[in-house]
């Protein structure tokens, strides 16, 4: 079955950069478009872009270009998403989604299915 | 505070139906379609709804989804108590954004 398994719990200092990885199994990783999504405590979700691992090509919110940089290894099916500059407000439980959409069309942005979450905290 | 407004709560009781809205406008459910996600406490959202109206395989058909306009609704029949969580819808935005509301805490009485 399709299955994301994410890595596990960071604790980062403000200024500090994060990386958190999304191992895909269960279908062809470079067949579909993953994305990244957050989820402050408390709060709703929030998206932050996607990758294409089959062409490396990426989209970005505006609200955090500059900040994300994702990234994959086909080799090992893994997708990555690094944030810098982190901030207080950057604590968030981070889900890496495979898309229902093939790259070879468009992205759908519909999020099925999900990693289980990797929580990342930002403290001094 | 969300481009899609959602209902904070709803509540009924077991065997009941309920809905939840998404209110959005021209720029994103106008003109794109509708998700809805289920977040169960402590775990990842699981997609309930896709294309406004279809359901992903394993998807009992108690859940149901619509769009008119600039809104959707979810709506959820035979309430069980395994079916208390958090709803999100999601759509796409002229801005170039995937979008969530700011999420339905559904509690089964």
């Known amino acids: 079955q399709v299955q994301l398994v994410q890595s596990g719990a960071e604790v980062k200092k403000p200024g500090a950069s994060v990386k958190v990885s999304c191992k895909a199994s269960?279908?062809?990783?470079?067949?579909?478009?993953m994305h990244w999504v957050r989820q402050a405590p408390g709060q709703g979700l929030e998206w932050m872009g996607w990758?294409?691992?089959?062409?490396?090509?990426?989209n970005y919110a505006q609200k955090f270009q500059g900040r994300v940089t994702m990234t994959r290894d086909t080799s090992i099916s893994t997708a990555y998403m690094e944030l810098s500059r982190l901030r207080s407000d950057d604590t968030a439980v981070y889900y890496c989604a495979r898309d229902r959409g093939r790259v070879v069309v468009a992205a759908t942005y519909w999020f099925d299915p999900w990693g289980q979450g990797t929580l990342v905290t930002v403290s001094s | 505070q969300s481009v899609l407004t959602q209902p904070p709560s709803v509540s009924a009781a077991p065997g009941q139906k309920v809905t939840i809205s998404c209110s959005g406008s021209s720029s994103n459910i106008g003109n794109n379609y509708v998700s809805w996600y289920q977040q169960l406490p402590g775990t990842a959202p699981k997609l309930l709804i896709y294309e406004n109206n279809k359901r992903p395989s394993g998807i009992p058909d108690r859940f149901s989804g619509s769009k008119s306009g600039t809104s959707a609704t979810l709506g959820i029949t035979g309430l069980q108590t395994g079916d208390e969580a958090d709803y999100y819808c999601g759509t796409w935005d002229s801005s170039l954004s995937a979008l969530f509301g700011g999420g339905t805490k559904l509690t089964v009485l």
């Open positions: 269960g279908y062809t990783f470079t067949g579909y478009y």
């Open positions: 990758i294409n691992p089959n062409s490396g090509g990426t």
